[in-house]
Protein backbone atom coordinates (compact mmCIF):
# COMPACT_ATOMS: atom_id res chain seq x y z
CA UNK A 1 0.00 0.00 0.00
CA UNK A 2 1.05 3.81 -0.72
CA UNK A 3 0.23 6.32 1.38
CA UNK A 4 -1.80 7.52 -2.19
CA UNK A 5 -3.93 5.10 -1.85
CA UNK A 6 -4.37 5.28 1.46
CA UNK A 7 -5.23 9.18 1.15
CA UNK A 8 -7.43 8.43 -1.51
CA UNK A 9 -9.71 6.30 0.81
CA UNK A 10 -9.54 8.85 3.63
CA UNK A 11 -10.43 11.60 1.01
CA UNK A 12 -13.77 9.66 -0.50
CA UNK A 13 -14.59 8.18 2.70
CA UNK A 14 -14.97 12.06 3.64
CA UNK A 15 -16.67 12.61 7.13
CA UNK A 16 -17.33 8.90 7.98
CA UNK A 17 -14.26 6.54 9.57
CA UNK A 18 -12.86 3.88 8.38
CA UNK A 19 -11.08 0.98 10.41
CA UNK A 20 -7.78 0.11 10.54
CA UNK A 21 -8.95 -3.72 9.73
CA UNK A 22 -10.84 -2.79 6.91
CA UNK A 23 -8.07 -0.64 5.41
CA UNK A 24 -5.57 -3.07 5.55
CA UNK A 25 -7.62 -5.70 4.32
CA UNK A 26 -8.42 -3.41 1.80
CA UNK A 27 -4.96 -2.77 0.61
CA UNK A 28 -3.63 -6.42 1.42
CA UNK A 29 -1.16 -5.20 3.97
CA UNK A 30 -0.82 -5.53 8.09
CA UNK A 31 -2.48 -3.16 10.45
CA UNK A 32 0.89 -1.87 11.52
CA UNK A 33 1.60 -0.56 7.93
CA UNK A 34 -1.73 0.94 7.99
CA UNK A 35 -0.47 3.05 10.75
CA UNK A 36 3.12 3.45 9.83
CA UNK A 37 1.19 5.08 6.43
CA UNK A 38 -1.13 7.31 8.48
CA UNK A 39 1.99 8.32 10.81
CA UNK A 40 3.62 9.28 7.49
CA UNK A 41 0.88 11.67 6.60
CA UNK A 42 0.48 13.23 9.62
CA UNK A 43 4.14 13.74 9.65
CA UNK A 44 3.53 15.54 6.26
CA UNK A 45 0.57 17.99 7.73
CA UNK A 46 -2.35 16.07 7.70
CA UNK A 47 -4.88 15.75 10.67
CA UNK A 48 -6.03 12.40 11.16
CA UNK A 49 -8.45 11.35 14.13
CA UNK A 50 -7.78 7.91 15.07
CA UNK A 51 -11.00 6.31 17.64
CA UNK A 52 -10.20 3.32 19.31
CA UNK A 53 -13.24 1.22 18.18
CA UNK A 54 -14.46 3.27 14.91
CA UNK A 55 -10.97 3.95 12.72
CA UNK A 56 -9.57 6.78 11.35
CA UNK A 57 -11.04 9.75 9.75
CA UNK A 58 -9.51 12.32 7.63
CA UNK A 59 -10.25 15.74 9.21
CA UNK A 60 -7.81 18.26 7.84
CA UNK A 61 -5.65 18.69 4.62
CA UNK A 62 -2.49 20.79 5.08
CA UNK A 63 -2.25 23.89 2.01
CA UNK A 64 0.69 22.61 0.98
CA UNK A 65 1.79 21.67 -2.62
CA UNK A 66 1.73 18.16 -2.04
CA UNK A 67 1.53 16.26 -5.16
CA UNK A 68 -1.43 14.08 -3.38
CA UNK A 69 -3.06 17.23 -2.52
CA UNK A 70 -2.91 18.43 -6.09
CA UNK A 71 -3.52 15.32 -7.87
CA UNK A 72 -6.73 14.45 -5.90
CA UNK A 73 -9.78 15.12 -8.69
CA UNK A 74 -7.34 17.18 -11.07
CA UNK A 75 -8.95 15.73 -13.33
CA UNK A 76 -6.64 16.36 -16.39
CA UNK A 77 -5.12 14.10 -18.61
CA UNK A 78 -1.48 15.44 -19.78
CA UNK A 79 -0.83 18.54 -17.68
CA UNK A 80 -0.10 17.46 -14.02
CA UNK A 81 0.04 13.70 -14.80
CA UNK A 82 3.47 13.93 -12.77
CA UNK A 83 4.39 16.21 -10.23
CA UNK A 84 6.99 17.01 -8.32
CA UNK A 85 7.16 18.97 -4.90
CA UNK A 86 10.15 20.88 -3.75
CA UNK A 87 10.73 22.48 -0.14
CA UNK A 88 13.52 24.32 -1.58
CA UNK A 89 14.95 25.08 -4.87
CA UNK A 90 17.03 27.98 -7.15
CA UNK A 91 13.96 27.91 -9.51
CA UNK A 92 11.40 25.59 -10.45
CA UNK A 93 12.02 26.63 -14.28
CA UNK A 94 15.76 25.78 -13.76
CA UNK A 95 14.50 22.17 -12.58
CA UNK A 96 12.05 21.68 -15.22
CA UNK A 97 14.54 22.63 -17.71
CA UNK A 98 16.84 19.48 -16.09
CA UNK A 99 14.22 17.15 -15.97
CA UNK A 100 12.80 18.06 -19.82
CA UNK A 101 16.71 17.33 -21.45
CA UNK A 102 16.38 14.31 -19.20
CA UNK A 103 13.37 12.97 -21.08
CA UNK A 104 10.35 14.17 -18.77
CA UNK A 105 7.39 13.69 -20.60
CA UNK A 106 4.97 16.63 -21.10
CA UNK A 107 2.41 17.93 -18.59
CA UNK A 108 5.25 17.15 -15.54
CA UNK A 109 4.77 20.14 -12.86
CA UNK A 110 7.42 21.39 -10.25
CA UNK A 111 6.16 23.00 -7.78
CA UNK A 112 8.06 24.67 -4.93
CA UNK A 113 7.48 26.61 -1.63
CA UNK A 114 10.74 28.51 -1.81
CA UNK A 115 13.13 29.62 -4.62
CA UNK A 116 15.84 30.81 -3.80
CA UNK A 117 17.07 32.17 -7.84
CA UNK A 118 13.45 32.58 -9.17
CA UNK A 119 13.30 34.86 -11.58
CA UNK A 120 11.45 36.87 -14.25
CA UNK A 121 11.32 37.79 -17.40
CA UNK A 122 14.41 39.65 -18.85
CA UNK A 123 16.02 38.49 -15.57
CA UNK A 124 14.57 40.00 -13.06
CA UNK A 125 14.11 38.91 -9.69
CA UNK A 126 10.76 37.16 -8.45
CA UNK A 127 10.83 37.36 -4.29
CA UNK A 128 7.58 34.71 -2.67
CA UNK A 129 8.01 34.38 0.80
CA UNK A 130 7.39 30.71 1.71
CA UNK A 131 4.38 29.24 1.61
CA UNK A 132 2.50 32.60 0.75
CA UNK A 133 2.68 32.19 -3.29
CA UNK A 134 2.46 29.60 -6.07
CA UNK A 135 5.77 28.71 -7.64
CA UNK A 136 5.75 26.18 -10.42
CA UNK A 137 7.01 25.20 -14.11
CA UNK A 138 5.45 23.45 -16.38
CA UNK A 139 7.01 21.31 -19.19
CA UNK A 140 5.23 21.34 -22.39
CA UNK A 141 6.14 20.15 -26.10
CA UNK A 142 4.11 21.14 -28.46
CA UNK A 143 4.86 20.86 -32.16
CA UNK A 144 5.51 24.49 -33.36
CA UNK A 145 8.30 26.59 -34.48
CA UNK A 146 9.64 28.86 -32.12
CA UNK A 147 8.19 32.12 -33.48
CA UNK A 148 4.89 30.66 -31.83
CA UNK A 149 6.25 31.15 -28.06
CA UNK A 150 4.68 34.64 -27.12
CA UNK A 151 1.31 32.85 -28.40
CA UNK A 152 2.02 30.19 -26.08
CA UNK A 153 2.75 33.04 -23.47
CA UNK A 154 -0.46 34.67 -24.53
CA UNK A 155 -1.98 31.05 -24.20
CA UNK A 156 -1.09 30.52 -20.72
CA UNK A 157 -1.86 34.24 -19.62
CA UNK A 158 -5.48 33.27 -20.86
CA UNK A 159 -5.16 30.06 -18.86
CA UNK A 160 -4.21 31.88 -15.55
CA UNK A 161 -6.27 34.91 -15.60
CA UNK A 162 -9.47 32.55 -16.25
CA UNK A 163 -8.03 30.14 -13.50
CA UNK A 164 -7.77 32.90 -11.02
CA UNK A 165 -11.30 34.50 -11.83
CA UNK A 166 -12.74 31.02 -11.64
CA UNK A 167 -11.81 30.38 -8.08
CA UNK A 168 -11.21 33.55 -6.57
CA UNK A 169 -14.24 35.78 -8.39
CA UNK A 170 -11.64 38.44 -8.44
CA UNK A 171 -11.68 40.11 -12.12
CA UNK A 172 -8.17 39.34 -13.45
CA UNK A 173 -6.68 40.96 -16.42
CA UNK A 174 -3.65 40.16 -18.95
CA UNK A 175 -1.22 42.82 -19.40
CA UNK A 176 1.18 41.52 -22.64
CA UNK A 177 2.92 39.77 -22.74
CA UNK A 178 2.57 37.50 -19.44
CA UNK A 179 1.58 39.75 -16.41
CA UNK A 180 -1.63 39.00 -14.70
CA UNK A 181 -3.23 42.15 -13.00
CA UNK A 182 -5.86 42.49 -10.80
CA UNK A 183 -7.72 45.94 -9.40
CA UNK A 184 -4.51 47.15 -11.42
CA UNK A 185 -1.59 45.77 -9.94
CA UNK A 186 0.22 42.90 -10.91
CA UNK A 187 -0.85 39.75 -8.77
CA UNK A 188 0.76 36.97 -11.22
CA UNK A 189 3.79 36.56 -14.18
CA UNK A 190 4.44 33.95 -16.52
CA UNK A 191 8.14 33.15 -17.75
CA UNK A 192 7.87 31.45 -21.27
CA UNK A 193 11.50 29.55 -21.84
CA UNK A 194 12.10 27.15 -24.51
CA UNK A 195 14.69 24.84 -25.65
CA UNK A 196 15.09 24.38 -29.71
CA UNK A 197 16.52 21.97 -31.75
CA UNK A 198 16.65 23.46 -35.90
CA UNK A 199 13.53 25.24 -36.60
CA UNK A 200 11.12 22.96 -34.10
CA UNK A 201 10.53 23.70 -30.09
CA UNK A 202 12.22 20.72 -28.20
CA UNK A 203 10.06 21.82 -25.21
CA UNK A 204 8.82 24.68 -23.48
CA UNK A 205 9.34 25.67 -19.89
CA UNK A 206 6.28 27.71 -18.83
CA UNK A 207 7.00 29.18 -14.88
CA UNK A 208 4.30 31.06 -13.45
CA UNK A 209 4.11 32.76 -10.06
CA UNK A 210 1.02 33.61 -8.46
CA UNK A 211 0.69 36.04 -5.20
CA UNK A 212 -1.43 33.96 -3.58
CA UNK A 213 -1.90 35.19 0.25
CA UNK A 214 1.11 37.47 0.51
CA UNK A 215 -0.29 40.12 2.75
CA UNK A 216 2.64 42.48 2.47
CA UNK A 217 5.01 43.97 -0.12
CA UNK A 218 8.72 44.73 0.14
CA UNK A 219 8.73 48.92 -0.29
CA UNK A 220 9.99 48.93 -3.94
CA UNK A 221 7.00 46.72 -5.49
CA UNK A 222 4.54 47.85 -3.18
CA UNK A 223 2.74 50.38 -5.56
CA UNK A 224 2.63 47.63 -8.55
CA UNK A 225 2.78 44.33 -6.94
CA UNK A 226 -0.58 42.82 -5.34
CA UNK A 227 -2.28 39.61 -4.07
CA UNK A 228 -5.07 37.69 -4.16
CA UNK A 229 -5.43 38.15 -0.76
CA UNK A 230 -4.53 41.76 -0.44
CA UNK A 231 -7.68 42.26 -2.84
CA UNK A 232 -10.26 39.44 -2.31
CA UNK A 233 -9.62 39.86 1.71
CA UNK A 234 -9.54 36.26 2.36
CA UNK A 235 -6.75 33.64 2.38
CA UNK A 236 -6.86 30.99 -0.64
CA UNK A 237 -6.30 27.48 -0.51
CA UNK A 238 -3.06 27.23 -3.10
CA UNK A 239 -3.72 23.15 -3.94
CA UNK A 240 -7.46 24.38 -5.25
CA UNK A 241 -6.21 27.48 -6.90
CA UNK A 242 -3.16 25.50 -8.33
CA UNK A 243 -5.80 22.46 -9.48
CA UNK A 244 -7.69 25.24 -11.26
CA UNK A 245 -4.84 26.57 -12.75
CA UNK A 246 -3.62 23.23 -14.10
CA UNK A 247 -7.39 22.10 -15.34
CA UNK A 248 -7.20 25.97 -17.38
CA UNK A 249 -4.00 25.29 -18.73
CA UNK A 250 -5.52 21.79 -20.37
CA UNK A 251 -8.02 23.22 -22.05
CA UNK A 252 -6.20 26.22 -23.29
CA UNK A 253 -3.35 23.94 -24.45
CA UNK A 254 -5.35 21.77 -26.06
CA UNK A 255 -6.84 24.74 -28.30
CA UNK A 256 -3.08 25.70 -28.84
CA UNK A 257 -2.58 21.74 -30.47
CA UNK A 258 -5.61 22.40 -32.46
CA UNK A 259 -4.19 25.66 -34.18
CA UNK A 260 -7.34 27.14 -32.74
CA UNK A 261 -5.75 30.47 -32.59
CA UNK A 262 -9.27 32.79 -33.51
CA UNK A 263 -10.55 31.41 -29.82
CA UNK A 264 -7.47 32.31 -27.51
CA UNK A 265 -7.49 35.73 -29.56
CA UNK A 266 -11.09 36.13 -28.50
CA UNK A 267 -10.25 34.64 -25.31
CA UNK A 268 -7.06 37.19 -24.85
CA UNK A 269 -8.83 40.12 -25.90
CA UNK A 270 -12.05 39.87 -23.65
CA UNK A 271 -9.03 40.19 -20.68
CA UNK A 272 -6.89 42.41 -22.33
CA UNK A 273 -5.47 45.37 -20.05
CA UNK A 274 -3.96 47.07 -22.84
CA UNK A 275 -6.63 46.26 -25.91
CA UNK A 276 -7.98 49.26 -27.25
CA UNK A 277 -5.44 51.96 -25.11
CA UNK A 278 -2.84 54.33 -26.36
CA UNK A 279 0.74 52.82 -25.70
CA UNK A 280 4.16 52.27 -25.47
CA UNK A 281 6.06 49.38 -25.96
CA UNK A 282 9.73 49.49 -24.90
CA UNK A 283 12.26 47.63 -25.99
CA UNK A 284 15.93 48.15 -24.61
CA UNK A 285 16.77 51.95 -25.81
CA UNK A 286 13.74 51.51 -28.65
CA UNK A 287 10.27 52.92 -27.98
CA UNK A 288 7.10 51.87 -29.67
CA UNK A 289 4.10 54.03 -29.64
CA UNK A 290 0.47 53.24 -30.77
CA UNK A 291 -2.66 51.92 -29.68
CA UNK A 292 -2.96 48.27 -28.99
CA UNK A 293 -5.15 46.68 -31.75
CA UNK A 294 -4.70 42.53 -30.26
CA UNK A 295 -2.30 39.91 -30.90
CA UNK A 296 -1.80 38.21 -33.74
CA UNK A 297 -1.59 33.86 -34.48
CA UNK A 298 1.69 34.10 -33.12
CA UNK A 299 0.95 35.51 -30.34
CA UNK A 300 2.57 39.08 -31.10
CA UNK A 301 1.03 42.30 -30.07
CA UNK A 302 -0.20 44.62 -32.83
CA UNK A 303 0.08 48.06 -32.63
CA UNK A 304 -1.17 50.60 -34.85
CA UNK A 305 0.75 54.17 -35.08
CA UNK A 306 -0.62 57.64 -35.52
CA UNK A 307 0.11 57.26 -39.14
CA UNK A 308 -1.82 53.75 -39.63
CA UNK A 309 1.31 51.74 -39.95
CA UNK A 310 0.84 48.46 -37.96
CA UNK A 311 4.07 47.25 -36.44
CA UNK A 312 3.89 43.54 -34.83
CA UNK A 313 5.75 43.25 -31.16
CA UNK A 314 6.96 40.37 -30.29
CA UNK A 315 9.16 41.42 -26.91
CA UNK A 316 8.88 44.16 -24.48
CA UNK A 317 7.31 46.00 -21.66
CA UNK A 318 3.85 48.08 -21.94
CA UNK A 319 3.88 51.04 -19.91
CA UNK A 320 -0.15 52.24 -20.94
CA UNK A 321 -2.88 53.64 -19.34
C1 LIG B 1 7.54 37.72 -14.69
O1 LIG B 1 6.54 38.32 -14.30
O2 LIG B 1 8.52 38.35 -15.10
C2 LIG B 1 7.55 36.22 -14.68
C3 LIG B 1 7.61 35.68 -13.28
C4 LIG B 1 7.66 34.17 -13.25
C5 LIG B 1 7.95 33.63 -11.89
C6 LIG B 1 7.84 32.15 -11.85
S1 LIG B 1 7.83 31.51 -10.19
C7 LIG B 1 7.97 29.91 -10.79
C8 LIG B 1 8.93 29.94 -11.96
N1 LIG B 1 10.30 29.81 -11.50
C9 LIG B 1 11.01 30.93 -11.70
O3 LIG B 1 12.21 31.09 -11.37
N2 LIG B 1 10.25 31.85 -12.29
C10 LIG B 1 8.91 31.36 -12.56
Not at 12 to 28: H, M, N, Q, V, W
Not at 131 to 148: D, Q, T, W
Request: net charge neutral.
Amino acid sequence: MTHEKLLFALHTSKDTYISGEELADRFSVSRTSVWNHIDYLRKQGYTIEAHPNLGYRLINVPDRLLPDEIQYELNTKVIGRKIYSFEEINSTNDTAWEKAIKGEPEGAVIFAEFQTKGRGRLKRQWFSPGRKGLLFSVILKPHLAPNYVPMITAMSAVSVARAITKYTGLSSWIKWPNDIFVNGKKAAGILTEINTELDVIKFVVLGIGVNANMDKFSDDIKKTATSLRLEGGMDYSRVELSKEILRSLEHYYNLLLEKKWDEIIVEWKNLSYVLGKRIKVVQGGKKIEGQAMGIDEQGALVVRHDDGVIDYVITGDVICC
